[in-house]
């Protein structure tokens, strides 16, 4: 199929990294790069740290401080995709514009869930999700008031979210459903270990609560948010109210298409969804083969960069036989307070883990985690060294017992 006219839907760093690759790589057709945000591309883990303190302001977050001239893009920001035409091989922008193209990259990322109380009554002013540079310069514009602060949800995002405030002194409460802060991923001991770093630093910690709802100050719940109310008849009192319980991939513009949707758009190991099509970052969906058949989608940074260029690589590759699989070691960060949390790989809270390095009571160690006798992952807090040894191992495909033999003579 010759490529004349490649669109990438999306315009955060996967998309940009695709428009970038196709560059690099030699494409000289038509690139459209379509975002439904009006900003330029810019870098998005900032967001629940650096803005919020106000330690940087928006300009410096551009992915390209420099310009797109080199890239000689048609740019459509602002815009939103609406619909997909496999057949006409047209992507289709609000106000029924139509986009054909040769190449898609589809890129569109994810959205934040909502809690029902959101999607079923009345919302008060004051209460935000965090997703967007405008999400985050909203939130910070209320910082300065000194609000007492709810955050919903102690995954990532609501965490980063609560240490940045209590980090600017704020009162701080954050309201987690499970048994502990990200029990799923990392399981009960280090869920405790992450729920314990914010006990440490003075945020009021409240597990096993859900929220039934939100008053405000005016009639009917409207006005500026007063408290949250809690599914086990208790309440918090807030002036601003962070919620962030996960994301979903954007992909309803997709529904009709013949696309494969599932959680993210459904691809094949090389990150084709049909020919000619390609999906890369959080609305990407496809096994990782490197860890077995199971389909996955990632929700960070490292991988919305990697794929990006690996999304544009098998776009040029075309029906050429033996395209690359893509299968990568994952690797994702978050700094909360004065410790960096790192983890490689693909793991779960059920896997095998064991402390290797540190101690968790001083609030610095490595684990690691198996399974079916694989290695399959690690995690640090503050020791980004020894991260990264295990995230070789895992490129390698060390067994469990091979990484334990590595501690122990590591130590």
């Not at 990438?8 to 998309?15: E, F, H, I, R, W």
């Not at 883990?353 to 399959?376: C, K, N, Y």
Request: with cysteine; charged share 25%.
């Amino acid at each position: 199929m010759s490529l004349r006219t490649v669109v990438v839907v999306g315009a955060s760093l996967a998309g940009l990294r695709a428009a970038e690759t196709l560059r690099h790589e030699g494409y000289d057709g038509r690139i459209v790069l379509v975002g439904a945000e009006a900003h330029e591309p810019y870098d998005r883990p900032p967001l629940s740290k650096q803005l919020l303190t106000g330690e940087q302001e928006p300009e410096r977050l551009a992915l390209r401080p420099a310009g797109f001239d080199d890239l000689q893009l048609d740019l459509e920001l602002g815009q939103r995709a609406e619909s997909l035409d496999l057949t006409d091989r047209t992507v289709t922008l609000a106000g029924a514009r139509r986009l054909p193209f040769d190449g898609l990259v589809i890129a569109t990322g994810a959205t934040p869930r909502l809690l029902p109380a959101m999607v079923d009554g009345d919302v008060p002013d004051g209460v935000f999700v965090l997703r967007t540079l405008d999400d985050a310069l909203a939130i910070r514009a209320r910082l300065d008031a000194n609000p007492k602060v709810v955050v919903v949800g102690a995954g990532f995002i609501g965490s980063e979210v609560a240490a940045t405030c209590r980090m600017r002194g704020l009162d701080v409460t954050l309201l987690e459903a499970l048994s502990a802060p990200l029990v799923r991923g990392l399981g009960p001991v280090l869920g405790a270990v992450c729920g314990e770093l914010h006990r440490d630093h003075g945020v009021e910690l409240r597990l096993g609560v859900g929220v039934a709802g939100f008053d405000g100050r005016g009639p009917h719940g409207t006005g500026p948010v007063t408290r949250v109310r809690l599914d086990d008849g208790s309440s918090v009192d807030a002036d601003l109210v962070v919620v962030g319980v996960g994301v979903g991939p954007v992909t309803d513009w997709l529904e009709g298409s013949g696309l494969t949707l599932d959680n993210g758009v459904v691809c094949d190991a090389t990150l084709l969804a049909a020919p000619g099509v390609v999906a890369a970052g959080d609305v990407a969906r496809w096994p990782n083969q490197r860890f077995g058949d199971e389909l996955v989608r990632l929700e960070h940074w490292t991988n919305a960069s990697d794929q990006g260029v690996a999304a544009a690589r098998r776009l040029l590759h075309g029906d050429a036989p033996d395209a690359p699989v893509y299968a990568p070691v994952p690797f994702v960060w978050s700094d909360q307070y004065d410790r960096k949390i790192q983890t490689v790989g693909q793991f779960r809270g059920d896997d095998e883990m064991s402390v290797v390095h540190g101690s968790i009571e001083e609030r610095r160690f490595t684990a690691i985690f198996g399974r079916d006798g694989h290695l399959v992952g690690a995690l640090g807090f503050s020791m980004p060294a020894k991260v990264m040894q295990y995230r070789r191992l895992l490129m390698d495909g060390a067994s469990f017992t091979d990484a334990l033999e590595h501690a122990r003579a590591a130590a």
